[in-house]
């Protein structure tokens, strides 16, 4: 039999189940854990999630077992609950923290939104690198990339507000809010990643293939497209122990640098909420900073 309660999350009545259930084997971390979780990043997490097509990635057996992407938000979604339409796809919004709960509930574990919101979804709202390292590159390796990069968006009178994956690797963004198009800033990303790729080719590669990015951190540029998501920031991670995509400051990815220690660089969501209760939440200015995107070419 399975085991419901009934929890308020603001003025929303939910019904949540089988909070006792295991998800993380190797921790004993809980279904009720990763609501709860959520429900007390909610009000840091959801404005970036707000009026954006969120793809759930759910494991409903636990990280051990099965997961699938669900991108057609269910119709047993509770009726206050809005999707948005993008491809002949109909995609969950998240715009309160009553379907941030429902989505954890579902053991929905990590969320994965646009770049774009509703209703302009062709207009991404910033730029996203992707930094993948290729074992036995990792985090140190990334956050060596990341600093480059750093230096040529100086150079383009641009800012950029790092994120851990709360996997292997980094992601930056670069803010824009000024209109841009994908047919813009994908070009503009793919442009500065073969730069990086020609200026330090014994660290980066910007190409997919796999045999290219051993030792190396491949510069994801193909992520700034309406077709593709990129794992939210505060979005917990289905590793063998629970890790969260965290922000982080430039300070942060130098001192984990200077000390050559990747666990400066990794997450649970417990050191999350405290960073939230201490700091805010570093990663605020991607929704509000305008920078125009400048041309580049190699």
């Not at 989505?103 to 994965?112: C, P, R, S």
Request: hydrophobic share 40%; aromatic share 8%.
């Amino acid at each position: 039999m399975t085991a419901r309660s009934e929890v308020r999350v603001g003025e929303r009545a939910l019904t949540v189940s089988n909070l006792d259930k295991v998800l993380w084997p190797s921790t004993g971390f809980t279904k009720g854990q990763l609501i709860d979780y959520y429900a007390r990043v909610a009000d840091v997490m959801v404005p970036h999630l707000q009026a954006r097509p969120i793809t759930l990635r759910r494991w409903p057996d636990g990280v051990e077992g099965q997961s699938f992407f669900q991108k057609n938000c269910p119709p047993h979604r509770p009726d206050w609950m809005h999707a948005v339409t993008m491809g002949g796809v109909h995609y969950c919004l998240i715009d309160e923290p009553a379907s941030l709960v429902w989505a954890a509930n579902m053991a929905a574990i990590e969320l994965h939104p646009s770049l774009a919101q509703a209703p302009d979804l062709d207009t991404p709202t910033a730029v996203v690198f992707d930094l993948d390292p290729g074992p036995p590159a990792d985090v140190l390796t990334c956050a060596r990339v990341a600093v480059l990069l750093r230096g040529y968006f100086e150079r383009l009178h641009l800012s950029a507000w790092p994120k851990t994956s709360g996997s292997k690797g980094l992601q930056l963004y670069v803010p824009l809010n000024s209109g841009a198009h994908y047919e813009q800033t994908k070009p503009f990303a793919h442009a500065l990643a073969q730069l990086l790729e020609r200026d330090h080719p014994d660290l980066i590669v910007s190409i997919m293939d796999p045999a290219k990015r051993r030792k190396k951190v491949m510069i994801d540029w193909s992520q700034n497209t309406a077709s593709k998501t990129t794992v939210a920031v505060y979005s917990v991670r289905a590793l063998a122990a629970p890790s969260v995509s965290t922000p982080v400051t430039w300070d942060e990815l130098d001192d984990a640098l200077a000390d050559g220690d990747a666990d400066r660089l990794r997450f649970d969501p417990a050191q999350v909420l405290e960073r939230v209760e201490s700091r805010g939440d570093l990663h605020q200015p991607v929704l509000t900073e305008r920078q125009e995107l400048p041309a580049l070419r190699i």
